[in-house]
């Protein structure tokens, strides 16, 4: 099988162009054995680019446990590879798991259009929201010493959130539109570099008392931005996420 890797700011993804719909996307031991760093090719999740009759394309997206759920970066990298693949050019209209978004793509960077955000929960000192994955987020000081795996796998744990479970966020502020993300991802079990849903549900509860913003996001693996527009009711629109999406490598892998 031909693959391709892709990587967003530290996200890295085993890309497959399954137009012709030759991969069994039910065999999701597969999909774990694809993206095992020690045994496969190894990534934090599996994406597959098909044919779509609506859209310019479609994408499949697995996390390296094989679970379902919409990812930004992941997301980002499939418009890079759609442009690659010459399937689309600056502009594409496509469909993920959670709906159709659009995206923008112009030397290397990606901007993507996500799914309107109804509400953000409070969750006693914490916050919740949902923005094609579900989010936990927790406001921290030292953010870079915090220790991320244990408090988030028991977080992502919690019984509030069974059976699904909740990605978990740790947020720091380091000025007045930017702060530093660090991620728990449900699917992979461990902390990624970097997660494009989480970054923006950390940008809007970090600013979600303002009418417009734009927010500057770091990461361990890079930075990221999200600007949006809240309406009066508390819900959010016109959300984009917006960092780069690179290819890494190609080659050939037996299964």
């Known amino acids: 099988m031909n693959f391709f890797k892709y990587q967003g700011t530290g996200n890295d993804f085993v890309m497959i162009d399954d137009r012709m719909e030759a991969f069994n996307s039910k065999d999701l031991a597969l999909v774990g054995r694809l993206c095992d760093r020690k045994f496969g090719i190894g990534a934090d999740g599996l994406i597959l680019i ?5 859209f310019d394309f479609e994408m499949i997206y697995f996390n390296a446990d094989g679970s379902q759920s919409m990812c930004g970066n992941g997301a980002r990298c499939a418009v890079a590879f759609s442009a690659f693949l010459g399937i689309i050019n600056e502009k594409t209209h496509f469909l993920a798991i959670d709906g159709a978004h659009e ?6 960077q990606v901007e993507l259009l996500m799914g309107d955000v109804k509400e953000i929960h409070a969750k006693k000192d914490d916050f919740f929201l949902n923005t094609g994955s579900p989010h936990h987020i927790r406001f921290v000081k030292d953010v870079k010493d915090y220790p ?9 744990y919690e019984s509030t959130y069974l059976p699904g479970g909740t990605n978990v966020n740790f947020v720091e502020p380091i000025g007045e539109n930017e702060i530093f993300v ?25 600013a979600k008392n303002k009418k417009k913003a734009t927010i500057k996001i770091n990461t361990l693996g890079g930075i990221l931005a999200v600007k949006f ?11 984009w996420l917006i960092g780069p999406a690179e290819q890494v490598f190609s080659g050939k892998i037996k299964f």
């Open 229 to 239: 527009t809240s309406n009066p009711d508390g819900s959010f629109r016109d959300i």
């Open 182 to 206: 660090r991620t728990y991802e449900r699917g992979v079990e461990d902390e990624t570099l970097s997660c494009g849903t989480g970054v923006t549900a950390a940008a809007l509860a970090f």
């Open 50 to 54: 098909r044919d779509h009759a609506d």
């Open 103 to 108: 995206a923008v793509i112009s030397h290397g």
């Open 148 to 156: 991320v795996y244990e408090k988030g796998k028991s977080i992502r």
